[in-house]
């Protein structure tokens, strides 16, 4: 809240004013936007890039089992230059043996006619000759249980044998179509990867910041809660002081002013509390059917039964068209926020005697109009540049009650505008999206009644 006693701004200088700070709201959205922009990226590319180290990682892992645990591959080249003939077919040099040996390996050659001419520590149990059948099924799979190699040797076939459990022997197959088709999904296939990593990254982003954001309010919550416990204490002391006779009439004064700052400071209380739910989102809107006519009468109202006449007087203004107009919004929300633009006036207006506000509501095209004007000294420029740009923090305990006026108003997806009036004093202009139109509205909330265009 807060007026200075300044004269108001003329109307063209207040426009100029107005289109200046959306330029500057515009560029400070802008970078702002990139800002988040970069940081998204940045983390999303630090997630790929953990996410790919993580990934050699354990690919580099499983190369060195693999290395570590595969038999030493033992080929046609390493065992003919150490085979030569004897007597009795066929022998291997003494190196070779103790390799063969080693790895638990073994060898036997075949004929053409598929008879074993000579072998090496072949497993008991294996036959002396093959038919042509089992020769192709050892050649793609197993032979007993052994995995198994088979090279041509001059006219004869060499078999290279492995211990059992040792190899797993499979012949994968894939069509060229498939392959093709794989050539062409991969750029997709790493845009799911790209997609599913920003997707994680998001989500969280998004927990991380919720949960900073309710640690805070229950936070606030919490403390709010134990300043109203003795708070409500003190208010109820403090009636009792003033309400006391055998007290004097200083004692009974001071009592009230104990009282009067009690209620204030329960007032900043729940301001807090509603302004941080509004912040970030977490006041769920209780949205019902709302004559808003029916609610500036009740406000209205509600203030000149506090204060009377010689020190308030509500000019209230509702076009006929207007009576009928019905909102889907927060009821209670929108008291809260006409009741803050009263206060403003009454406490911040600069006025020495009466203060006079006028109210005016009108329907234009799909929304609703409502203006509340008084006969204070105006904003400053300091109180109508914070209060135009959406972004800065409502630092100035001044102009709290009228930030919360104007979170209640967006979060009803609606706009508020503050400003001066070239006779002297301010004003604030709200536009809201009407839900329908009826022809007769009753809006049990409503405690004062009234006409069209009636001083209330």
């Given at each position: 809240?807060?007026?200075?006693?300044?004269?108001?701004?003329?109307?063209?200088?207040?426009?100029?004013?107005?289109?200046?700070?959306?330029?500057?709201?515009?560029?400070?959205?802008?970078?702002?936007?990139?800002?988040?922009?970069?940081?998204?990226?940045?983390?999303?590319?630090?997630?790929?890039?953990?996410?790919?180290?993580?990934?050699?990682?354990?690919?580099?892992?499983?190369?060195?089992?693999?290395?570590?645990?595969?038999?030493?591959?033992?080929?046609?080249?390493?065992?003919?230059?150490?085979?030569?003939?004897?007597k009795q077919g066929y022998e291997l040099s003494g190196g070779m043996q103790e390799t063969l040996r080693e790895n638990g390996n073994w060898l036997m050659l075949l004929?053409?006619?598929?008879?074993?001419?000579?072998?090496?520590?072949?497993?008991?149990?294996?036959?002396?000759?093959?038919?042509?059948?089992?020769?192709?099924?050892?050649?793609?799979?197993?032979?007993?249980?052994?995995?198994?190699?088979?090279?041509?040797?001059?006219?004869?076939?060499l078999v290279i044998g492995y211990p059992r459990d040792t190899l797993w022997k499979y012949n994968i197959e894939f069509s060229?179509?498939?392959?093709?088709?794989?050539?062409?999904?991969?750029?997709?296939?790493?845009?799911?990867?790209?997609?599913?990593?920003?997707?994680?990254?998001?989500?969280?982003?998004?927990?991380?910041?919720?949960?900073?954001?309710?640690?805070?309010?229950?936070?606030?919550?919490?403390?709010?809660?134990?300043?109203?416990?003795?708070?409500?204490?003190?208010?109820?002391?403090?009636?009792?002081?003033?309400?006391?006779?055998?007290?004097?009439?200083?004692?009974?004064?001071?009592?009230?002013?104990?009282?009067?700052?009690?209620?204030?400071?329960?007032?900043?209380?729940?301001?807090?509390?509603?302004?941080?739910?509004?912040?970030?989102?977490?006041?769920?809107?209780?949205?019902?059917?709302?004559?808003?006519?029916?609610?500036?009468?009740?406000?209205?109202?509600?203030?000149?039964?506090?204060?009377?006449?010689?020190?308030?007087?509500?000019?209230?203004?509702?076009?006929?068209?207007?009576?009928?107009?019905?909102?889907?919004?927060?009821?209670?929300?929108?008291?809260?926020?006409?009741?803050?633009?009263?206060?403003?006036?009454?406490?911040?207006?600069?006025?020495?005697?009466?203060?006079?506000?006028?109210?005016?509501?009108?329907?234009?095209?799909?929304?609703?109009?409502?203006?509340?004007?008084?006969?204070?000294?105006?904003?400053?420029?300091?109180?109508?540049?914070?209060?135009?740009?959406?972004?800065?923090?409502?630092?100035?305990?001044?102009?709290?009650?009228?930030?919360?006026?104007?979170?209640?108003?967006?979060?009803?997806?609606?706009?508020?505008?503050?400003?001066?009036?070239?006779?002297?004093?301010?004003?604030?202009?709200?536009?809201?999206?009407?839900?329908?139109?009826?022809?007769?509205?009753?809006?049990?909330?409503?405690?004062?009644?009234?006409?069209?265009?009636?001083?209330?």
């Open positions: 809240m807060g007026m200075d006693r300044k004269k108001g701004l003329p109307a063209g200088k207040r426009v100029g004013m107005r289109l200046g700070m959306r330029r500057k709201n515009n560029q400070l959205n802008w970078k702002k936007a990139m800002r988040s922009l970069l940081r998204a990226v940045a983390g999303i590319a630090m997630i790929a890039f953990l996410a790919a180290a993580l990934n050699f990682f354990f690919l580099g892992i499983a190369l060195v089992q693999y290395m570590k645990l595969t038999p030493d591959s033992i080929g046609k080249r390493d065992i003919v230059p150490e085979m030569y003939v004897a004929n053409a006619d598929g008879q074993v001419i000579w072998e090496f520590d072949k497993p008991d149990g294996l036959a002396d000759s093959y038919s042509r059948a089992d020769i192709a099924r050892m050649a793609k799979w197993y032979l007993d249980g052994y995995p198994v190699y088979m090279y041509l040797w001059e006219d004869n076939i060229l179509s498939w392959i093709d088709f794989i050539k062409e999904v991969w750029l997709y296939f790493l845009a799911i990867n790209f997609i599913w990593i920003v997707g994680l990254a998001f989500f969280l982003h998004r927990r991380w910041t919720r949960s900073k954001e309710q640690a805070r309010l229950e936070w606030i919550a919490g403390i709010s809660h134990d300043i109203r416990t003795p708070l409500s204490l003190v208010m109820g002391y403090a009636d009792m002081l003033e309400r006391d006779p055998e007290l004097s009439a200083e004692e009974r004064q001071q009592a009230a002013v104990m009282k009067r700052q009690s209620i204030v400071m329960k007032e900043l209380i729940e301001d807090l509390n509603l302004t941080s739910q509004l912040e970030y989102s977490m006041e769920a809107l209780r949205k019902s059917v709302v004559s808003p006519a029916a609610v500036l009468r009740e406000v209205a109202a509600s203030f000149l039964n506090d204060m009377g006449e010689e020190r308030l007087q509500i000019q209230l203004e509702i076009g006929e068209e207007a009576e009928h107009i019905v909102l889907k919004a927060d009821r209670r929300l929108l008291v809260r926020a006409f009741r803050n633009l009263i206060n403003n006036s009454l406490q911040h207006g600069g006025q020495e005697a009466c203060v006079h506000i006028r109210i005016a509501m009108w329907q234009k095209r799909h929304s609703c109009h409502i203006r509340f004007e008084d006969n204070g000294a105006g904003y400053s420029g300091q109180v109508l540049r914070s209060l135009m740009n959406p972004r800065k923090k409502d630092t100035d305990w001044h102009i709290r009650g009228l930030g919360i006026v104007r979170k209640v108003i967006r979060a009803h997806g609606g706009r508020i505008v503050f400003g001066n009036l070239p006779q002297g004093g301010g004003f604030s202009e709200i536009r809201l999206r009407i839900s329908r139109r009826m022809p007769a509205v009753r809006d049990c909330g409503g405690t004062a009644s009234g006409y069209s265009r009636r001083s209330v």
